[in-house]
């Protein structure tokens, strides 16, 4: 009789175990449902932002940064700030910097090292 009370209460003990574990499972499946939602959400949102400022771009820049996007797998455009690349970090010095600081405003540059194209600012040092 001892020994049916102990195995019951390692029974109930078990199922109380895995009630909890099972209640832990659909939290989790809960949290992880709503991130996902939340990504869908923001990637949506994102797409319908890129879209719109895509559609101000002229069609061969973006196909041009769109081909450098898809060939480094990073971004297609960076700025330049401080004279440096800010996708590589790199420095422009020399003729390289010579040539853009003398180039016209509306042509399209890119960085020597990572390919990305250059975006002037205020910023960019020149
Ligand atoms: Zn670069």
Do not use: F
Request: with cysteine.
């Amino acid at each position: 009789m001892e020994r049916l009370e102990v195995a019951e209460k390692a029974l109930a003990v078990a199922q109380a175990g895995l009630a909890k574990a099972k209640a832990d499972r659909e939290r989790a499946e809960q949290l992880r449902d709503d991130a996902l939602a939340d990504i869908a959400d923001g990637t949506t949102r994102h797409e319908a932002a890129r879209a719109e400022v895509a559609a101000g771009i002229s069609a061969p820049l973006l196909a041009l940064y769109d081909r450098i996007r898809t060939q480094t797998g990073t971004s297609g455009a960076a700025a330049l700030r401080h004279r440096a690349c800010q996708g590589c970090r790199i420095e422009l010095y020399g003729n390289e910097l010579a040539a853009v600081r003398n180039a016209d405003p509306h042509e399209v540059l890119r960085c020597e090292n990572c390919s990305r194209i250059l975006v002037r600012t205020a910023e960019s040092g020149l």
